[in-house]
């Protein structure tokens, strides 16, 4: 059974950056696209970024594109989500999910990881 676990959130100044990470362990991810997705207090989850399953084609929401970048590293079964220029609106629980696909044309994930806090604040 695969399981994702995030890991590389917490409390980051305005402007500062953060590593996401989500290894994967039980099974390869890499005959699958992959997402990050946060959920902020109150609001529904948001899809973040999509990286399709040999890092070809990546794709942003638009409230990120330019700061965040999405990465994969297949030998070590991990997804990366770079966050630079962080803002408070950036505040949410990060999650990552695989994918049914191989690309992020379709929005359908079936695995997903417990998620890890970010929280940009002064």
């Known amino acids: 059974q695969l399981q994702l676990v995030e890991s590389g959130g917490g409390l980051v100044q305005p402007g500062g950056s953060l590593r996401l990470s989500c290894a994967a362990s039980?099974?390869?991810?890499?005959?699958?696209?992959m997402g990050w997705f946060r959920q902020a207090p109150g609001k529904e989850r948001e899809g973040v970024s999509c990286i399709s399953y040999n890092g070809g084609s990546t794709n942003y929401a638009d409230s990120v594109k330019g700061r965040f970048t999405i990465s994969r590293d297949n030998a070590k079964n991990t997804v990366y989500l770079q966050m630079n220029s962080l803002k408070p609106e950036d505040t949410a629980v990060y999650y990552c999910?695989?994918?049914?696909?191989?690309?992020?044309?379709?929005?359908?994930?079936?695995?997903w990881g417990q998620g890890t806090q970010v929280t940009v604040s002064s």
């Open positions: 999910a695989r994918s049914r696909y191989m690309f992020c044309t379709s929005q359908s994930y079936d695995f």
């Open positions: 039980g099974a390869t991810l890499n005959a699958y696209a």
